[in-house]
């Protein structure tokens, strides 16, 4: 179900993707600009939301290809 819905609105995904990365680097430069504390779990937060995003956006690029091939009816190998 959940792959279903990936392939059909892989711009959804590509979106979060950018958020978490925003939020990934957002975050890192308020800590070292002191506006927000720095802490263990905020600097792993900021890590993962960013490794996260990175992932999700290679994933959702992968869907939308994979999509626009399933609509286009490209079925013919192209390497014999």
Do not use: C, W
Not at 8 to 19: D, M, N, S, T
Not at 36 to 62: D, H, K, P, Q, R
């Amino acid at each position: 179900m959940f792959r279903d819905q990936l392939f059909e609105h892989p711009g959804r995904l590509f979106v979060v993707a950018v958020l978490l990365m925003l939020f990934g680097v957002v975050m890192p430069f308020l800590m070292v600009i002191k506006v927000v504390e720095s802490t263990f779990f905020l600097n792993f937060l900021s890590y993962g939301s960013s490794t996260l995003g990175l992932l999700l956006g290679i994933i959702s690029l992968a869907a939308s290809r994979l999509g626009q091939k399933k609509r286009e009816g490209d079925e013919e190998d192209r390497y014999p």
